[in-house]
RNA sequence: GCCGGCGUAGCACAGUGGUAGUGCAGUCGAUUCGUAAUCGACAGGUCGUCGGUUCAAUCCCGACCGCCGGCUCCA
């Protein structure tokens, strides 16, 4: 009854197939992604011909093809408007339509600085200037336009077939904030019209499905902006998805042998000054608050606190492992240009846990958690990943035998699990290697969502021991996990991998019961509070409307199902259901529905025991 | 933080150097109407904040706050 239509199934393989083509390199043929980024790159050059043409001051940076498309950077006296765009495409288009050629030209490096000189082009100078001595300079050349580049092109500026600009904004040189700043035009390029408008599509769609958009309308969230930039307010509705997940997120991890604890959201200066945060982060730090002459600060991580508790209830290798969670809110301070909705906040809760162990354990620990996560993200329908192993970094701490024993356990766990990895050759965190896992959402985009680290600095900072089974003081490994990363972040996600229109078992409001006239009230009346009793989240919709009118605004609220009671209902001991998907049941028999319903309403793994009846 | 854009009612948006409108939402009234909008009336805004220019600022200028698109960053 609550199944997804098949309109809406079609809609949704359609988009995963578009998204697919374009965005998943891994599903084309490698010979396909030079073919696009060579267009790509044309495409970019014929922009910053078309730029230099309509406004011959514009000094040209670098234009490269990108994962979507391609972008060119300039230096002008003011800044590019939609207008300017425009034109820049109509002469973009014009070019493509006179199919100049494109030459590759090898030059020596006096003749290239000569020519970029002639041209005052301090930019593509300084480009030259990085160039290694020993290295072949070449140029492209179409009509009058010559780029310092080494290509690959395609031959003519006649085989763009499909080229679209789509926005400006500004970009560091080199992208160092102590470069002048310049003016980004970004733009994309297919090998067809089609492609070009199934990019389009995929475009309106990842805005239609616009977390913020959709957290207003829905009344999930707000974030503070005036009163507190990065910090968000759950509404009750909101609150209860939110609940919904952390209720499932402590069943799992009861199951999986965790314990969960509680930590203040604030603690002397010192602890950070001994986890050694406060040296490193310092810079994303809050700035600390003085009280009675101490200086404390808020919490940016758990994992102090954490270690406390080890130390508290920890002495015996028999204590081994102990795994301690916490859904702990943490405060970072972000640049006030980087914050994004729910994506990018300065507080999040974190669904964090500690894992200590000894290192012979390491390995079926980290195995226990990727079971965890497949089972906790693939509840919400996240199946399709892709896991990194990332190794030792140049930067780091610990012994070389400490960084091989640990990158082999994390191997061990992957391959013992049966998940194939790729290596992020020199990507781990300094005080260890790490796994991260990344997720595809229901149009193909991927998300980076778990993170599996060991660590071998913190036990050491806190001098963390237990005594093994000789008696001796040893040092146990520590594992920092998230699942979800940041609950506020995940929502976020979620909010827009379902477009709003959560689950039944996750939905805020669950069922609606809707009259169509005031006689039929009481009978409603009865119904909602059965299925209240059962642990339904069920509102009732007794207002003199119309029942379209009824229909329409729940509809819209993304309520999962609707339950309609007329005359017929009420003398049959019946109801009627229609579903989010447009789905009609008429006259389902009332007992039936209301038990099928008080199963339904929970995650699978949260089903209430029925007691005998 | 930087570059650019933006900030008018709960939401979506008009608008003007002489203190503001439309739609939806809201409130009230009528309607009791079977699966995406019943009709009518009313009410609602120190035009983000502070300062400046001006006889007069929501409109022009500046600073600040916030939002949006990027850059940068992301333990």
């Given at each position: 009854m609550c199944g997804t239509s098949g309109a809406v199934i079609q809609i949704l393989t359609e988009l995963v197939r578009m998204t697919e083509r374009y965005m998943d390199p891994k599903s084309m043929a490698e010979k396909d992604i030079q073919s696009l980024k060579a267009l790509r790159h044309s495409a970019a050059h014929t922009l910053a011909q078309a730029v230099k043409k309509l406004y011959p001051s514009a000094q040209v940076g670098i234009g490269p093809a990108t994962e979507e498309g391609f972008y060119y950077d300039f230096r002008y006296e003011r800044p590019f408007t939609p207008e300017d765009l425009e034109r820049i495409e109509n002469e973009m288009k014009s070019l493509i339509r006179s199919s100049l050629p494109i030459v590759r030209k090898p030059v020596s490096r006096g003749e290239a600085e000569k020519l970029f000189r002639e041209k005052n082009e301090p930019f593509k100078l300084e480009l030259i200037q990085g160039i290694p001595e020993e290295a072949e300079i070449t140029v492209y050349e179409q009509g009058e336009f010559v780029d310092l580049c080494r290509g690959p092109h395609v031959s003519s500026t006649g085989e763009i077939p499909a080229v679209r600009l789509l926005s400006t904004s500004s970009a560091y040189w080199k992208g160092m904030e102590s470069n002048p700043s310049l003016q980004r035009i970004y733009g994309t390029a297919?090998?067809?019209?089609?492609?070009?408008?199934?990019?389009?599509?995929?475009?309106?769609?990842?805005?239609?499905?616009?977390?913020?958009?959709?957290?207003?309308?829905?009344?999930?969230?707000?974030?503070?902006?005036?009163?507190?930039?990065?910090?968000?307010?759950?509404?009750?509705?909101?609150?209860?998805?939110?609940?919904?997940?952390?209720?499932?997120?402590?069943?799992?991890?009861?199951?999986?042998?965790?314990?969960?604890?509680?930590?203040?959201?604030?603690?002397?200066?010192?602890?950070?000054?001994?986890?050694?945060?406060?040296?490193?982060?310092?810079?994303?730090?809050?700035?600390?608050?003085?009280?009675?002459?101490?200086?404390?600060?808020?919490?940016?991580?758990?994992?102090?606190?954490?270690?406390?508790?080890?130390?508290?209830?920890?002495?015996?290798?028999?204590?081994?492992?102990?795994?301690?969670?916490?859904?702990?809110?943490?405060?970072?301070?972000?640049?006030?240009?980087?914050?994004?909705?729910?994506?990018?906040?300065?507080?999040?809760?974190?669904?964090?846990?500690?894992?200590?162990?000894?290192?012979?354990?390491?390995?079926?620990?980290?195995?226990?958690?990727?079971?965890?996560?497949?089972?906790?993200?693939?509840?919400?329908?996240?199946?399709?990943?892709?896991?990194?192993?990332?190794?030792?970094?140049?930067?780091?701490?610990?012994?070389?035998?400490?960084?091989?024993?640990?990158?082999?356990?994390?191997?061990?766990?992957?391959?013992?699990s049966g998940i194939s990895y790729e290596v992020d050759p020199g990507e781990g965190v300094f005080y260890g290697p790490k796994i991260d896992i990344k997720f595809h959402d229901a149009i193909g985009r991927a998300w980076q969502l778990s993170t599996i680290q060991v660590d071998f600095n913190l036990p050491e900072k806190f001098d963390l021991t237990y005594r093994n089974d000789s008696g001796e003081s040893r040092?146990?490994?520590?594992?920092?996990?998230?699942?979800?990363?940041?609950?506020?972040?995940?929502?976020?996600?979620?909010?827009?991998?379902?477009?709003?229109?959560?689950?039944?078992?996750?939905?805020?409001?669950?069922?609606?019961?809707?009259?169509?006239?005031?006689?039929?009230?009481?009978?409603?009346?009865?119904?909602?509070?059965?299925?209240?009793?059962?642990?339904?989240?069920?509102?009732?919709?007794?207002?003199?409307?119309?029942?379209?009118?009824?229909?329409?605004?729940?509809?819209?609220?993304?309520?999962?199902?609707?339950?309609?009671?007329?005359?017929?209902?009420?003398?049959?001991?019946?109801?009627?259901?229609?579903?989010?998907?447009?789905?009609?049941?008429?006259?389902?028999?009332?007992?039936?529905?209301?038990?099928?319903?008080?199963?339904?309403?929970?995650?699978?793994?949260?089903?209430?025991?029925?007691?005998?009846?």
């Open positions: 297919f090998h067809s019209e089609a492609e070009l408008a199934d990019y389009l599509r995929h475009q309106e769609e990842v805005q239609r499905r616009d977390h913020r958009k959709l957290g207003r309308e829905l009344g999930l969230f707000r974030t503070l902006d005036e009163k507190g930039a990065g910090l968000v307010l759950w509404l009750p509705k909101g609150s209860q998805i939110r609940r919904t997940l952390e209720d499932l997120w402590k069943v799992l991890h009861d199951r999986h042998g965790y314990r969960y604890v509680y930590t203040p959201h604030i603690a002397r200066l010192d602890l950070w000054m001994q986890s050694g945060h406060w040296d490193y982060y310092q810079d994303s730090m809050f700035r600390p608050m003085e009280t009675e002459g101490t200086a404390y600060e808020l919490k940016p991580m758990n994992c102090p606190f954490h270690i406390l508790i080890f130390r508290e209830s920890v002495q015996s290798y028999r204590d081994l492992p102990i795994r301690l969670s916490e859904l702990g809110t943490v405060y970072r301070y972000e640049r006030s240009g980087t914050l994004h909705g729910l994506m990018r906040v300065r507080g999040f809760t974190q669904d964090d846990a500690h894992i200590f162990c000894k290192p012979e354990d390491l390995s079926g620990e980290i195995r226990n958690v990727l079971a965890l996560v497949d089972q906790m993200v693939g509840r919400f329908g996240f199946t399709d990943r892709t896991v990194y192993l990332s190794t030792r970094p140049e930067k780091s701490v610990g012994t070389d035998e400490n960084w091989e024993m640990a990158t082999g356990a994390l191997r061990m766990a992957l391959e013992e040092r146990p490994i520590m594992i920092h996990r998230a699942l979800f990363g940041s609950v506020e972040r995940f929502f976020g996600i979620l909010i827009e991998h379902y477009a709003g229109a959560f689950p039944l078992w996750l939905a805020p409001e669950q069922v609606r019961i809707m009259t169509i006239a005031d006689r039929h009230i009481p009978y409603a009346q009865k119904v909602l509070s059965r299925m209240k009793d059962l642990g339904v989240r069920a509102e009732g919709d007794f207002r003199n409307e119309k029942i379209g009118f009824k229909v329409r605004e729940a509809q819209m609220e993304k309520i999962p199902e609707m339950w309609v009671v007329g005359d017929r209902e009420v003398e049959e001991n019946r109801v009627s259901v229609r579903t989010r998907e447009g789905e009609k049941k008429d006259l389902c028999p009332l007992e039936s529905s209301l038990q099928d319903i008080s199963v339904r309403c929970w995650p699978p793994e949260m089903v209430p025991r029925s007691n005998g009846s």
